[in-house]
């Protein structure tokens, strides 16, 4: 699932090529809106809200998006063919003289009123790369349950919007904590909250997550995908589990000298809420 930072880039992306210019193709390939009449119509903006996409369309209504797992936006020239799979697998194309967006394997394509977009983004958290970023009343909902594990406390949406699988493995790994660590008993949590937005920052305008501050492929975390090779602080070979009950678990990697803690005694069956 795509973190924060990638879904940041995607907004910026359509909104480059559909903003401030009228619809000439509009699609939404989806049973409930697929006779939705959009064309003539201008896109206003497109807003990153988490890992949410909010296309804002002349006339007060908004395509609400979410990749999920495999979803993509790929931007087009007018005369460019396209290239991000089969035809049955797109969802909703937005065209306009110059360039054509067109989401594929899109599993949320909603249009609603823009004054409802509470509807689909009012349950999550201070977005970590949005205006209204509040890294205290991020804290106060993390800590609303001490005794939830810190790798599915941070990627829960409903605490703050933004953290995916990368960003919770490696924060944990920063904040010295093991993934089943009660969020209660994480040292510095102000810390771990300030970090996340810092990362998220740093990152929201080039790929790969990076959490080492070395850009190099094979550099770029510290923990992530990384079973079985030697931690690159203290040589101690990374360990890999999941957590969360399925089928909402996650993969997690951890070291087990620098996030001390019989982890694998802590497993919990509560899952995260992802979205």
């Given at each position: ?9 995607t ?5 480059s090529a559909?903003a ?12 409930a809106?697929?006779t ?8 206003l ?9 909010l ?9 609400h998006t ?10 087009y ?9 089969p ?5 909703a194309?937005?065209?306009n003289?110059?360039h ?13 009123r823009?004054?409802?977009e509470?509807?689909?983004?009012g349950h999550?958290?201070?977005?970590l790369?949005?205006p209204?970023?509040d890294?205290?009343r ?5 800590s ?5 594990p ?5 990627l829960?949406q409903?605490n703050l919007?933004?953290i995916g699988?990368?960003y919770?493995?490696?924060l ?6 093991g993934p ?6 994480v ?5 771990v ?8 920052g ?12 070395d850009?190099r492929a094979d ?12 931690c ?5 070979r ?20 620098c ?5 694998l005694?802590?497993r919990?069956e509560?899952s995260p809420?992802?979205?």
């Open positions: 699932m795509p973190e924060g930072d990638s879904v940041f880039r907004a910026r992306m359509l909104h559909l401030g210019r009228e619809l000439t193709t509009a699609e939404l390939r989806v049973p809106h697929a939705a009449e959009l064309t003539g119509r201008q896109v903006e497109v807003l990153p809200r988490g890992k949410h996409l296309t804002r369309i002349e006339g007060g209504l908004t395509l979410h990749l999920r797992m495999d979803g993509r936006w790929q931007t020239g007018s005369s460019e063919r396209w290239g991000g799979g035809a049955w697998q797109i969802r194309v937005l065209g003289a110059q054509t967006a067109v989401g594929y394997r899109l599993p949320v394509v909603e249009l609603l823009t004054g409802e509470q509807r689909a983004v999550l958290g201070p977005d790369l949005g209204d970023w890294a205290d991020a804290l106060q909902r993390l609303a349950d001490p005794g939830r810190l790798a599915l406390a941070l829960d409903r919007a933004g699988n990368v919770a493995n490696e944990c790994f920063l904040a010295g904590a089943w660590t009660p969020f209660g008993e040292a510095r949590p102000d810390r909250v300030a970090l996340a937005h810092r990362l998220l740093l990152n929201r305008l080039r790929s790969g997550h990076i959490t080492t501050g850009a550099r770029r975390h510290w923990v992530y995908r990384r079973a079985g090779q030697p690159r602080r203290c040589g101690t990374i360990a890999r589990s999941t957590i969360g009950a399925p089928p909402q678990d996650r993969i997690v990697f951890w070291c087990p000298r996030q001390p803690g019989d982890a005694s802590r919990t509560h809420e992802t979205v």
